[in-house]
C-alpha cells in the first residue's frame, strides 16, 4: 500500500464516497503493506540515539564514503568498523575531520562540539592480543556517549592483577569482558560484580581454542549470574550494548 | 494501534476535523501497531490452501482437542503429527471421523465429501526403518490434496530395485526422498528426474550417521541439480512442499 | 593469613614492638591469605540485592530444605530453579508459604508484605514448547523485584502476531526472548527494540537443531545490535540478568 | 551388453533361429550392461530443457573452452559457474556473444534471438556481502527462462524493509532467499509466502557463523513449512531450482 | 519396460512385423527400465556366496521370522545381527537349528553338514567392553565360511600382550581390529602385519571418546599403511570384508 | 618364540650343536615372539607399586569377584572404579574387608596394618555437582599411598572462597581440580599453585557444556603453564597421576 | 639387551658357565630390550614387497633426494608422494630415471627391466576434481605392481555413465572408489560389486562438505557390505591396500 | 585499600587512636582490594623458579626487546616462543648472548655461568613433522634446567624403533610424548613407562587428522593411566610441564 493508495482512501472518506467502515475493512486486508512509505531511517536514529553503524569488510572504500556521506547529513556523529586505511582515506574526503583508529580498525566522526561521555563503562581484557577486540568495543561505547575505563592483560592466570581492580569494577554501570583462548575472566569479573557483564569471546589462541569456540563455550556457561555473550571478535556488539545499558542507568547507582 | 483508533481517525477524516495530510501522518508514525486488528488465522487459510496444522509433541491430549475443535469449525480437513495413541483418542471425541496413522503419528480428519488428490508425489525411501518418515510425508502431501505414490526400500545398494521405477520418477511432479543411514538416494533419484526432488534425511542408523548428520550433509553436497533439503526426520516438510509443489503444477506436465 | 595472624600483628604494632614499615612489610608478602576471614556471604547479598538462588539439580530434597532454611534466616525471598515435586514437599517444610511453579520447576517465596515489582520486563517466547524456559524467566525476573510481561506463541513464521506488540516491545526497560528451532525471534525484536533484547536459546526442537545449537548461532550472529546471548535453557540467566538491567534504569525511560 | 550383442540376438529371433522365450531369457541375465549403447546426453538435454552447466573451479581456461564449444554445438545456450576473467577470455574465443557477470562469477551465452523468460522467480537477500551468492542465483535463473525480480539488502533486523515487499513476494512463483549471518531472513519469508521458498545459506559472516553453518541450521530448523535449503554458497542450486517450479506452475498462480 | 513389453516386441521382430534396427531403437530410449523383470535376488547370491543378511534392529520379530524363511528356502545358511532373545524365538520357529550369539545378538542357521571354514582370519580386541562388536565380526566371519582366530583383550597400554602374538598376525590372511576409547590397537596391528587390517571403532569408552569419534578418527588417521576403516560399532562390516578378503586369498599365502 | 623354542636353542648353544653366531642369527630374525613367556603381570606391579586397577562399567559382579580375588592373592591393596552396590556385595565375599564408596562408586581394599599416606595431594573441585568425580580421585590417590586433602565447592563465581585457600594451594606437591560447566578453576588455580595441576572437566552443566566440552576445551587453552589434562569426568585419571607425582616428589619440597 | 649381550650370555651357555635354566630366566626378565638389534629395514622390506614410501610434504628436495638415494641402494622401485617440482628435480639427480607424475605428486623409479604388472585394481571417481586424489591411488597401486584400469568422471547424478561400467566392476579384484561432494559413488559401487572396495573421499566440493567430512561419513555409513574407507584424500592408501589385496587374490578369481 | 591507607591504619594502632579490634575490622570489609600494592612480579618469580616466558605471536619486535630488557634486568635467563627471526634480531640488540632456535621458533638466553640441568626429561615425538613441537618442549624443559634426552621419529607404526628405547622410558623422571596423526604413541609409551606422560597433540596429518583434533581425542581417551594432555602443538606446555615434575622428582628415582 503505497503513500499515495493511503492518500486516495483518506480522500474518499473526506468526501464521503467511502463509509469509514469500508475504508477500515481495506486496511485491515493489508496488513503490511502500508510499511512502504515509513520513514524508516529517521524513525530509527531518534529512537536509538545513534545513526546507523557502517561495517566495511566487504565494501569499497567509495561504498563507504557515500554511506558516510549519507549519514552525516542527518547526524554529527559516524562510527565504521572493519575499517583499513583506504576506507578512512575515502571516508577522509566527505568528513575531513574523521579519525581512524588503526589498532581496532574503526572510523569516527565526533561532533564539533566535542563528544559528552556520561556514566561509566568498564572494558577488562585478558592479554594483548585481545587489544584489536577490546579497542572496538571502547571506541563503539565512547562515541555512543559513554565514559569508557579500560583494564587491558588481567588474565586470571595472574588474578592478583584483576582483584586489584576490584573497586573500578564495583562503579561501573557496564562491563565489556574481552577475552580468547580460555575465556575465564568473564566469570571472574561476573563473580566481583553486581552490573551486567557482557563477555566478548576472541579468535585469539591457538589449537583447541578453535578460533573462539573454546572461549565462547566458556563464557555461554558462566556460572555467574548477571553475564551475557555476543559473537567471537565482536567487540562492536558488546560495546554498543554496554553503552546502551550505561545510558539507561539512573544517575544514583 | 488498535481498530478503534483507526475507526477515530477515519471519523475525524470523513467529518472534515482532520486534514487528510494530518492523518497521512498520523499512519505514518506507526509503522506497525495497526496490525494488531488484523484477522490473521482467516487470512492465512485463504492463502495456503490449508488450516494450521498441529503438532502434537509437547501438547497434552486436551491441547491437541481443543485446537483440533477450533480448526474444524472453519475447515473440513485436519491433520496433526507426531501424535501418540492418547492424542487420539482426545481428539475422536471432537472429531469422531479421525483416523490414526500409527507408523508415523499422523492424526487425519477427511472431508465428509472424501479427499480429492490430484498430480503427481512420488515418495522413495530407502529402507524399511526409514517408513515412519516416509509416511508422514505421505499423508501430508495426501491430506492436501495430492495424488501420492510410493516406492519403499529402494536403497542404492541394490541399485537395480530403483532403477526399475524410472517410468514413475519420470513421471510425478514433485519427489519426496527419504534415507537414512548415507544417504545417497537422494543424489540417484535426482540424477534421474527432471523435476524438484526434496530430501528428508532421517536419523536411522548408527554410529558415524550422528543421528542423521552423515544423510543430511551427503544431501545438502548432492551433484545433483534440483535436490533441496529439509531438516532431519522432517517428513511433514517434505510432504508439504512436494504437495505445494504438484498444487502449482501445470497439468500438462 | 588467619584472622589470629593479624590480630597478633595488629597487637605488636599496638605495644611497639612491630615497627609501622615492618608490618606492612609482612601484609605485602602474603597478598591473598587476609581474605579468609571476609564476611563472605553477607557481603555479596548487600551488593547484589538478592540471596543466593538454589540450583535443585542434583541436590536431594534434604539438601534443597537446609539450604532454603540458611537462605531464608536473613531473607524473606528464596528463588529455586530445577525444582520437581519432591524439592518442593521438603522446601514447604521450612517455608509453608513457597510456591511451586510447575511448569518451569521454580520455588519461590515471597516477603510477607507481598513482592514490590518495578519497571518493565518483557519476555517474548516462540512456541508453546519454549514455554518452560519462558516461566523460568518471568519467575526469576518478578522474584527480583522486575514487573513482567509476557507475550508468548509469537514465532517469525507469523511475523503479524509480533508486530502487533509493537507497542509494548517500545516500552520495556529490557526484554529477554525465547526460542528454540531456528531462533530467529531475536533478530527480528532485536530489530524493532531500543533496549537490550537477551536471547534465551532453547533445547526445544529435533533433527538438526542439536538439543539447542542452532538456535544459539542464530542469537549469536543476529545482526541486530543489542542483542546478547545465555546458555541454551538457561530461563534463570536471561531474567536475572533483565531484572538486573530493569532495576537500574532510570525511571524516565 | 554392447549394441552388437542386441542387435544378434534380435537377428536370431528375427531367422528363428533363438525363440522368443530363450530371447527373453537372455535378457533377463543381464540386467544392467545394455545400457552402454544409451545415448546419455542428448536424452539429458531433451529431458531437463536445459544443457549441460559447467562449474569452472579447478579447471583450466582451455578445458572450460572446449567445454563451451562442445555444449554450443547443439544448444544456444550456455552457463558456467565460479568463472574468474580468465575462463571468460578463454569461452569468449569460441563463443564471441558471451558475457562475464562479474560479482557473481558467471560467464552466459544467450540465444540469438534473446532470452524468452516467464513467470516470476523472486530473489531475496539480507545484506550487500550477500550479492555475489544471489546473483548467482539470479543468472542461472533467468538463462533457464524465468523471469527474476530482485529485493536485496532486507536483513530481519531492519524487518520493515521486507515487510514493505509483501505483495512482490506473494506474486512470486518461487522465491530465492539468500542469507548469512544468522539466516533468519527464510523463516520470515516463508511465513509471508505461500509458494516454495529455497533457502540458500551463505558463508558470510564471522565468529560463530563457522562459515555458513549458522544460517544452514537455521534455515533446516525453520518453522516455516514450504522452506527447503541447499548447500551453503550454492547460488546456482537455488536459481536452478527455482526456475525449475516456476517452468512449471500453472500459469493461473 | 515389463517383461510382456519386451515379449511383445521379440513376438514382432519374430513375425516380421518389426525390423531388427527398428527394435534396437527400441531399446535403446528405454536405458532402464528393462531391469523391472530381473531376477534380483537369486544373481545377488550367485555373485557373493552369501543370502542377504538381517539386520533385526527395527524389525518384529515376526518380521525376522518371515525373511528368515524365505531366504533358508533357497539357502542353507542365514545370519541376522542386532537380534535379541524375542527375534530368535521367533526364528527358532522356522529354523529350529539356529543358534543365538547372545553377546553380539547374532542368530546363524549353518549348513546341515556342518560349516565349512578355510583361510585364516584374525580378530584382535582391545578391551573386554569391546567383544560385543568383535564378536559379531567373528560369527560373521565364521558364517561366511572362514577359520577365525581371535586375541582379545589386547590394548596398547599393555603392549606385551600383543606383540606376544606377532606369529598369528603374520599368519592371517585378513585381520579385524576392534577397539574403542583411543583406538591405537589397529596402527599398532597394522604396523606388524603385511595383510589387509580391518578397523572397527567401538563406542566404548565415556567422555571425550564421544561415543566412538575418538577411535573413528585415530583409525582413519592411522600411519599404517594397509589399515582401512569401517562405521562404528560395525562388527558385521569388519568380519563381512574380512572374510570377503580370505576367501580370495591364494592357498599359498 | 615360545619358552620351549628358547630352551631348544639354548641347549643347542650348550651341547655345541649350534654354534653362537648362529643363534644369534636365530633371535635376530625373531624380533618380538620371545614376549610370549614374559610374566607380564608381576613385572607391571614391581615397577608401578600399584597392582591392576578394575573398571568395573561392563562387567558382572561375579567378573569383579574374580578379578578381585586374583589380585589379592599377590597384594594387600584394591581399587574398583565405576561399581555399582552390586559389584561392591560380590566383591566383598572374596574381599570381607572391602570398603563402597558410595558418592564415586569405587571399592577398595586397604592393608590390614592400615593405609600409610604421604606427601600432600590436594584436590580442589567447583561445586557440589563435581563431587562424584572429585571423590573417585581423592580415593584413588589415597589408596595410592598419598595423602589427600579437599577444597570443595570452589567455583570461580565467588574467587575468595578459592583464594582464601592460597596457603594449602601453595603445600601441595600435586594439585586436582575438577570442573565442569565453564571449567575456569583450573586457571585460576594454576594461576595460584607452582606445583603441576591436573584438570579434570566435568560432564557436570547442561546446554552449551555439551557433556564436558566446554570445560574440557577451556581446560586444554589455560594460559596457565603447568596445568594438564586428563578425559571428562576421569577422576580416576587425575588422582592416579597427582599421586605418582607425590610419591616421587623430594621431600624438602 | 644389545647384541653383545645376548652374545655374552650364549657364550657363557656354550662353556657351561651358565646353565639352560638360568639363561632362561636371563631373557625372561628383558622383555623388549633385546630387540635393540634387529635388523628392522631389511625385515620390513621382505615382508611387504615394497620398500618404504616417502611421504614428502614438510620434507625439503635434499631430504627426499637422500632417503631416496637410501632406499634405491637396495631396490629397485622407489614411491614418493606429495612431491612438487623441486622435490622432482633432487630426486632426479639420485635417480636418472625418476618419473613425476604432476597431476598427483608422485615421484616414481621403475625396475630397469619394467614394472610387471599382475591381476586388476580399478579405480573409480566421480568428477575431474577428485582426479588428483584418483591419480595418486592409481600410480600407487601401479608401482606396486598391479594392473590398474580406471573409469573416471562418473558421478551418481548421471548413474547411466557407472553402469555401463558393470562388467568391469564385475572384473576387478579390488576397487578404489574415489569421491568428494556426497561420496554417495562408494555405495552405489559397493552394491555392484563382489569385492574389496576402498571409498576414499575427497576434499573437494564447498560449503556443507566441509573439506571432506560429508563424503567421509557418507562412506562410513555405506549399507553395501564390503567397503571400507580410509583418510580424506589418501589416495596412497587406497591404492596399497587394493594393491596389496590385488597382489593375494587368488588367480582363478 | 592502597599501600597509604594500610600504613595510616598501622599508625592509628600504633599511637592508639585506632583499637585493634577495629582495625581488625576495617580489614574485613575490604577483602580485596589491600592486593593493589602487591609486588606482584617479583613475588611470582621467587615461586617457580623461572621469569615469565614472553609468547611472541601478535607482538612487534619492538615489544619483545622491552619485554626481555625488563625480564633480564632481574634475571639471567630468557624463554621466548613462537618468535621468528625479526624478533631474534630484536631482542639480540639488548641481549647479545640470545640464541635463535630456528626449527621452533625459540629464543633463549642463557646465564653467563653456563646452563646446570639436572634429572631426566625424555622427549619422544612420532615423525619427524612433528620436530617443531618436539624442539619446543626441548628447549623449554633444558632453559628450565632440565637436563633432556630425545627420542625422535618413533611412529607407532614402527613399534619396534620405540621399544628399542625402553630403558631410556624407565630412567626418565617425567616424558613428553609429541604426536600428530593419530597420536597413539602416547598410549604405547603410556603403557611402558611408570612416570608421568605428557601428551602433546599436533597439527601435523591431513584430512581426518582436522589439524589436531584425531591426536587431542586419542591422547585424552588413552587407556595408559599416568597420562595427561596440554593444547595441540603446546611444546611449551609440555616442556614447562615436565620440567616442574622433574625439578621435584626425589634424586633417589
Redesign the interface.
Known sequence: MS?NR??DL??Q??D?SLS?EA??EK??VY??????????DS??EL???FPE?IFC???TPE?VAQISERILNHSDKLLATRANEKHFQAAKKVAPTAEFHERCGCITVKPESGLETVGGVLIVS????DMPVAEEARVTAEIMGSHVETVYDA???????L??Q??RI?EA?AIVVVAG????LA??V???A???V?AV?T????????A???????????????????????G??GG??AA??NR????S?
Open positions: 503513500e493511503v492518500r483518506l480522500s472518506v473526506s464521503g469509514i475504508a477500515l486496511f485491515k496488513p503490511f503493506e502500508d510499511l512502504s512509505f515509513a520513514r524508516v524513525h530509527r529512537r536509538c540515539g553503524v569488510a566487504g565494501k561504498e585478558a592479554g594483548t592480543s588474565g586470571v592466570a595472574g588474578i592478583h592483577r582483584l586489584g576490584t573497586e564495583r554501570n583462548m580460555e575465556g575465564a566469570s571472574v561476573g563473580g566481583l553486581d552490573v551486567p557482557i569471546p579468535s585469539v589462541g591457538y589449537g583447541a581454542s578453535f573462539g569456540i573454546a572461549p565462547l563455550l566458556t563464557m555461554l556457561n558462566s556460572c555467574a549470574a548477571g553475564v551475557s555473550v555476543v559473537n567471537i571478535d565482536n562492536f556488539g554498543y550494548l546502551m545499558i539507561r542507568t539512573r544517575s547507582q
